[in-house]
């Protein structure tokens, strides 16, 4: 519908930025299930031309600014990638210790939910000056009534730009060395438990008192290498990086002969020749049977 007239609404879209007349428009809501139910709430076309443009603007004025450990939503980098330092720091560690490694794992609670928005325009004031892409901004940040949303590509680069100074935090105060972090779920690496667990206290109180955020008990854990690390989708074991359970059995139950190619991509990240070989006989024997 907004392609029909599509150079008049983009027209439109300019004259009302250009004039300071952007009002950002209600949220289509649903619902989606991947390991767990998400609210997502997904913003009409023209505005997410002008998130699309934010985003770009942000990209570019903050990608020099974050730390190289941080892989959510960044060029070049993303989960596989953050998968592979991981096992780096794991070897690193292993190495200096003959094989002690154990790790904090850490997972905000309901982190873009819990996102102030107060803080971000905070955040933003600092490194933009003209007022009139600060007024854009603010009417995008403030569109949602709790957080920011899922659904909005400029929730990505917010959710970064909003525990940068985390980042910086973690690896400059606390002097962390082996420091992994995609959007809300970090992980350390260490040899020492004890110090594993007053790194968390303190990060605890630094996340409440700067970003009001939290990490409650079930949401952190500090557990050997050796009994495996549940992280982004993967468990990652000293000398192996093995699928996770609940995305083999969904992997199974949505497997089919159009998407099969798309699913073996996603094992190639993982110890998985074996798995590759059921999935292609159980797909194909599907087929036979239809």
Sequence with gaps: MFERHLEDNLFDLYEEL??????HRAYKFFVAFDSKKRDIHVAEIRDRIVHRLIYDYLVEMYEPLFISDSYSSR???????????????A????GENHGRCFVLKCDIQKF?????????VHLLKQKITDEK???????????????????NVTSQIFANIYLNDFDFFVKNILKVRYYVRYN????????NPERLSLLLE???????????????????????????????????????????????????SRANEKNIDSY?????HCNSFNLRQKLIFWVNNRVSQL
């Design 202 to 252: 303190k990060i605890r109180d630094y996340l409440e008192k700067e970003r009001l955020l939290k990490i409650p008990e079930h949401k952190a854990s500090i557990r050997k290498l050796q009994w495996g690390i549940d992280f982004l989708g993967y468990t990652i074991l000293p000398n192996a990086v093995l699928l996770r359970n609940k995305t083999k059995a969904k992997m199974f």
């Design 91 to 94: 070897k690193l560690v292993s």
């Design 184 to 191: 809300d779920d970090f992980v350390i690496l260490d040899n």
């Design 264 to 268: 073996l991509g996603l094992l190639k």
């Design 133 to 151: 892409i600060l007024k854009i901004m603010e009417e995008v940040v403030n569109s949602f009534k709790e957080g920011i949303p899922l659904g």
């Design 112 to 120: 873009f939910q819990s996102v102030d928005c107060d803080i971000i």
């Design 75 to 89: 060029i070049g980098r993303g989960s596989h990638k953050a998968i592979k330092t991981f096992r780096y720091f």
């Design 18 to 23: 250009k004039n300071s007349e952007y009002i």
